[in-house]
């Protein structure tokens, strides 16, 4: 029987989802999408329930391949891209969660970050890793758990807990078999390399768990799971998972994942996807440049047979999530699409700026006591004008991002996008102008999952060479700025005087006494 699809699982900050590919149409056949709940339980904390992340992949697999009408026995293989750096421990023999999974966005550990820079061991972390200490990163996550939950820190000392990011262990899960006890020896620990980057326990230039490191935040080695590429065969799918045992054979974190599936594979090819975060990455080849700026360095896909392949990477930590923040506690809007027809009613947002920094700021500033505000107030101001500064917003952050990447030496000249908010036309021709650079938008903007089904395509021996891109994304939207007037550059200037003035204030506010 021939074997030509994909069956990708794309698991996400807020849902799982989960797309059946066709390698010969070049076309998504179905596509299925669970949220899940999030929990907050202190100020700061982000967690989700491992369980329900668990049962909502398994059951979006089942229903795409029920929706495709395509037997299990004509997937070719599995792709995994998740929601990369948050932590999840979980029992190496019964597979039960030592506790929830804490989220990328938790800030819990910013004390723990504080502590160890004053220990003088940032330098150490970034030359290894290419990261910064901050409690983005699962390090500090993973050993605030054997801290904090009895028993945890005996227990992963005497080799019974086993630590990953969500593809580590959702490839656990379905290799081993939604069973209660019985088959855990046939469970594989694995992990690609775009997801091991980012733990600050994996050096990327030797591509290994690194032991200072490991000593340094506490944790014990046989916790780690194995790492290969991201373009790799990763074990093979229990049985009463699918009914048919299926290969898993590509795996990557969701935004090295989306730079692959823009076919960003050379130096200089830059792109940005803008979901609940925004998250932007420039290609370096076979070189990890360290950022002068603080932006990230980051392992980029790769298949087996390459050599390995970096990225420098900003990132914003809240994009969509202001929008949902407008929805769901604020009542702006009752839908998404409200957002850009309130921002094109008006001329301006009337001299107001928000700084989202919910969760604190990224980079270029790493934060991570920064809270959100909102200057330039009136009794003017109106929630329209609220709307449009903050999707405003997520273009000046990524202004903030190409400003310090141009200071490192790299001068991007177009800018690729994807994820949710990719869809507002209004947002896009703001961000052209602000950033004076070519935006590309694809006819699909699954791009995350694309880039995972792509190395699951290449690994499976579906698509042979990398000249398949001219034909994947040969298609797509190219806005350009317009030619532009000296008083709308002056005004241009002046706006972003005034976002960076506001981002100081935040920063002066967050100051400890």
């Known amino acids: 029987m021939e074997k030509h699809h994909i069956l990708t699982i794309d698991q996400g900050t807020t849902s799982s989802r989960a797309l059946i590919y066709d ?49 299990v026995e004509k997937l070719a293989g599995i792709g995994i891209t998740n929601q990369r ?3 999840v421990v979980w029992d190496r023999m019964t597979g039960q969660l030592v506790y929830k999974a804490i989220v990328w966005q938790d800030k819990r550990t910013a004390d723990m970050c504080a502590r160890l820079r004053n220990d003088g061991v940032g330098d150490i972390v970034h030359k290894k890793t290419g990261l910064y200490l901050d409690p983005y990163f699962c390090a500090t996550k993973l050993s605030w758990i054997l801290d904090n939950i009895p028993g945890a820190r005996v227990r992963a000392e005497r080799g019974e807990l086993l630590f990953g990011t969500i593809d580590s262990f959702l490839i656990w899960r379905l290799t081993r078999g939604n069973t209660t006890n ?7 620990h ?21 032991k200072e490191l490991l000593k340094i935040f506490n944790i014990p ?4 799971p194995r790492v290969v590429a991201s373009s790799s065969h990763f074990g093979v799918t229990a049985k009463d998972i699918l009914g048919t045992p299926v290969p898993i054979l590509g795996v990557a974190g969701d935004q090295q994942s989306s730079l692959f599936g823009h076919g960003c594979l050379t130096e200089g090819m830059m792109k940005s996807t803008y979901g609940t975060g925004a998250f932007l990455l420039v290609h370096t080849g076979a070189t990890a440049l360290l950022s002068k700026h603080k932006l990230l360095t980051t392992c980029a896909c790769r298949r087996q047979d390459e050599a390995p392949q970096y990225a420098i990477e900003g990132s914003i930590f ?33 001299g107001v700026y928000i700084v989202p920094s919910f969760n604190g700021l990224g980079p270029p500033h790493w934060n991570a006591r920064a809270r959100g505000a909102v200057f330039g107030l009136t009794r003017g101001t109106s929630k329209e004008h609220l709307i449009r500064a903050g999707l405003e917003a997520i273009a000046f952050q990524t202004y903030d991002l190409i400003e310090v990447l141009t200071r490192d030496g790299i001068k991007p000249t177009s800018l690729h996008v994807d994820g949710g908010l990719a869809t507002s036309d209004w947002l896009l021709r703001f961000m052209t102008e602000l950033n004076r650079l070519d935006i590309i938008r694809p006819n699909s903007l699954e791009t995350t999952a694309l880039g995972a089904t792509y190395l699951a395509a290449f690994q ?9 891109f001219n034909e994947l994304n040969k298609e797509g939207t190219l806005i350009t700025p317009h030619l532009e007037k000296a008083s709308e550059a002056a005004e241009r200037a002046n706006a972003i005087k005034n976002w960076k003035k506001a981002v100081q204030a935040v920063t002066l506010f967050a100051a400890e006494d």
Request: charged share 25%; hydrophobic share 40%.
């Open 460 to 468: 499976a021996g579906l698509y042979k060479d990398k000249s398949i």
């Open 318 to 350: 809240i994009a969509g999530a202001l929008l949902k923040w407008f929805k769901e506690k604020m009542n702006f809007i009752t839908s998404y699409d409200e957002s850009d027809l309130m921002a094109t009613q008006l001329a301006s947002s009337d």
């Open 221 to 224: 080695a046989a916790m780690v």
């Open 23 to 71: 390698t010969l149409t070049h076309k998504a056949v179905a596509l299925v999408q669970q949220e899940f709940k999030q929990y907050y339980p202190h100020s700061g904390w982000v967690e989700h329930d491992g369980e329900e992340i668990w049962q909502s992949t398994l059951a979006v697999m089942r229903k795409v391949i029920e929706k495709a009408t395509i037997p």
């Open 182 to 188: 019985a088959g855990s020896e046939k469970a594989i």
């Open 85 to 87: 750096e948050t932590t």
């Open 190 to 210: 694995i992990s690609d390399e775009t997801n091991a980057a980012r733990t600050s326990l994996y050096n990327i230039h030797t591509h290994t768990w690194d």
